[in-house]
């Protein structure tokens, strides 16, 4: 159960820092400094903070009207939805050499 507990910490915090990062952006977008990548954002949603930069998106309205993240942050959401239902579903994979 720790390992669980673990998990989740760090999709939290990943989570936070997806959200804080399209603030971030946000606020850099309007007084015209200089900008986190756009591939930033996305690697940040894919190692598991997709939910806190969509949650950052509709809340600072950033980046609502770039198609690749209106549907590629709800795309990667999903696969890791996916990928958490499989791990629950079929538990951990075990490997054996001989």
Known sequence: MVV????????LIMNIIGFALMGIDK???????WRISEST??????????????IGM?????????WYF?????????LEAAAVAAFI???PVEFSIM
Do not use: D, E, Q
Request: net charge positive.
């Open 4 to 11: 669980i507990g673990i998990i989740a910490s760090y999709l």
């Open 89 to 91: 579903w079929f538990g």
């Open 70 to 78: 209106v549907y590629g942050m709800p795309a990667i959401l999903v």
């Open 27 to 33: 606020h850099r977008a309007v007084k015209r400094l």
């Open 41 to 54: 954002l996305f690697v940040v949603a894919i190692i598991g903070g997709s939910l806190g930069s969509i």
């Open 58 to 66: 509709r809340f600072f309205h950033h980046k609502t009207k770039h």
